[in-house]
């Protein structure tokens, strides 16, 4: 299965996929950074926003919350998770906004998806482009040089067309700008056993080349990748949380 078909072809899956994701955790952390960092409006938009589930949590702490994605059916399950917001299928690389916004999230590591360092680029400066000043840009990141690629995290599910076995994990070679994120589901029938295999080209980017990037456009503040606590990062872990300040 090539490419982004896991989210097309199996987009009625992917909340299967992610069924181990505590969302209100991250949603509400989300919350609690921009009470601390934000300029107190409502008005939040989410980037690669799925099916939805962060975006149900910011409507029911009273945001004015939307969405955008470049997979419509994502977007059409968002549309009936969450009919109050608005949706919009864009490139969160080259992303507009009717009104500037308060709060831009992107949930998931899925800044990573801007592939190359370039459109990386372009997404900050898209964000930079929908914020209200003293807006915040919340997201979190993996760091290129702390990447296990024997490091696998995985889950097991239930769901009535069988059981299913999701497996996903970073691949890095060691230099250029390339990663790669693997995925692997197996699903289990009584009657016969499918696997599917798929890799999503990603952006590599260490931590300092990171802040390098956001630093002319916001004040960045890097955390600890921890939605229970609000810490700094120890310098050495390989996942954080960044919070940026539009300048």
Not at 136 to 156: G, L, P
Not at 209 to 217: A, G, M, N, V
Request: proline share 4%; net charge negative; aromatic share 12%.
């Amino acid at each position: 299965m090539p490419g982004n078909a896991l989210y097309t072809d199996l987009s009625g899956y992917y909340d299967l996929m992610c069924a181990d994701i505590d969302y209100q955790a991250q949603s509400h952390c989300v919350h609690r950074l921009y009470q601390l960092f934000g300029n107190g409006g409502d008005r939040h938009l989410d980037l690669a926003c799925g099916t939805g589930p962060h975006v149900r949590h910011f409507i029911d702490a009273d945001y004015q919350s939307a969405g955008l994605d470049i997979n419509q059916p994502m977007l059409d399950r968002a549309s009936i998770r969450c009919p109050e917001a608005r949706f919009s299928l864009q490139d969160m690389c080259s992303f507009t906004v009717e009104e500037p916004v308060d709060l831009i999230t992107c949930f998931l590591y899925s800044i990573h998806y801007s592939a190359s360092v370039e459109r990386l680029k372009a997404c900050i400066a898209s964000v930079y482009g929908a914020l209200v000043d003293h807006g915040v840009f919340c997201f979190n990141a993996v760091d290129k040089n702390a990447i296990d690629n024997n490091s696998f995290v995985s889950h097991i599910a239930n769901h009535p067309e069988g059981l299913f076995n999701f497996s996903s994990c970073w691949h890095y070679v060691g230099e250029g700008e390339r990663q790669s994120l693997k995925l692997r589901i197996e699903k289990i029938t009584a009657d016969e056993r499918q696997v599917w295999h798929d890799e999503h080209p990603m952006v590599a980017i260490s931590f300092d080349e990171l802040q390098t990037l956001l630093q002319p456009y916001f004040e960045v503040h890097v955390l600890a990748h921890d939605y229970e606590k609000i810490i700094p990062w120890d310098g050495t872990s390989g996942n954080a949380v960044f919070v940026c300040v539009k300048i």
